[in-house]
């Protein structure tokens, strides 16, 4: 499974944590937007030997275009030992977030994940 998310991490460029559901225990790995379309893409090219229902989908996955006015999701902070202490140390979540140049929710959820062991 691991394989599968580093191979598909290489063409999309999307890493993804492995994780197993909490209904069934079992891992699903959903790739949406432009790493859908870089991975259908990959996957079902013209002229591959593929199930008709899942051609269909990939040329859906294909046709998607982006809403006017949505924005790429800005990629996943790798926080350091260094960045937790600033969060840490600092007084309040917004002087936290002002040094380190995240937004405050994005210091908030690290802060609350630091505080209670996650």
Not at 8 to 13: F, L, Q, V, Y
Not at 15 to 23: A, C, G, H, I, K
Not at 31 to 46: C, D, F, K, S
Request: with cysteine.
């Amino acid at each position: 499974m691991a394989d599968q998310c580093s191979y598909a991490e290489e063409i999309t460029g999307a890493e993804r944590r492995l994780r197993r559901n909490q209904r069934d225990a079992l891992y699903n790995i959903m790739y949406i937007t432009e790493a859908a379309q870089n991975l259908a893409a990959h996957l079902y090219y013209p002229g591959c030997l593929s199930l008709k229902r899942k051609q269909t989908t990939a040329e859906g996955v294909a046709a998607w275009t982006r809403p006017a006015g949505s924005k790429p999701r800005p990629p996943r902070i790798e926080w350091t030992h260094e960045m937790d202490r600033i969060l840490l140390a600092a007084p309040t979540i917004a002087h936290a977030a002002a040094e380190l140049g995240y937004s405050w929710s994005a210091c908030q959820v690290r802060r609350w994940k630091l505080l209670h062991a996650q």
